[in-house]
């Protein structure tokens, strides 16, 4: 099973920047897709952002020129930057992996993903 440990979440004004990281050694492989998923109290779990082995990125619509997910190979850490935070971003943010690419157009659907770190908390106060 794949070990994903997420951190950099916090508590920051509308307007602000964090940048959650994202432990994964599924990174060394050559072939994976990864995203990042948000799930605020009362919602469904929702996609960010994802990025597989050949660096093909999604975003949703609503964090696109927001957001950016990246990785480091070399250090297994898959990142998500998140610029000009909005109060309505709050909610616990959750790294996830897949141990094979999957079409673009499933990047951010939950169910491809088979395994999830413990979430890391965000919090956008107005």
């Known amino acids: 099973a794949q070990v994903l440990e997420e951190s950099g979440g916090g508590s920051v004004q509308a307007g602000g920047s964090l940048r959650l990281s994202c432990a994964a050694s599924?990174?060394?492989?050559?072939?994976?897709?990864m995203g990042w998923f948000r799930q605020a109290p009362g919602k469904e779990r929702e996609g960010v952002a994802a990025?597989?082995?050949?660096?093909?990125?999604s975003y949703a619509d609503s964090v696109k020129g927001r957001f950016t997910i990246s990785k480091d190979n070399r250090k297994n850490i898959l990142y998500l930057q998140m610029n000009s935070l909005k109060p309505e971003d709050t909610a616990m943010y959750y790294c996830a992996a897949r141990r094979s690419r999957v079409q673009a157009t499933m990047h951010l659907e939950p169910f491809v993903y088979n395994g999830w770190g413990q979430g890391t908390q965000v919090t956008v106060s107005s």
């Open positions: 990025i597989d082995s050949d660096g093909v990125t």
């Open positions: 599924i990174l060394s492989d050559s072939s994976y897709s």
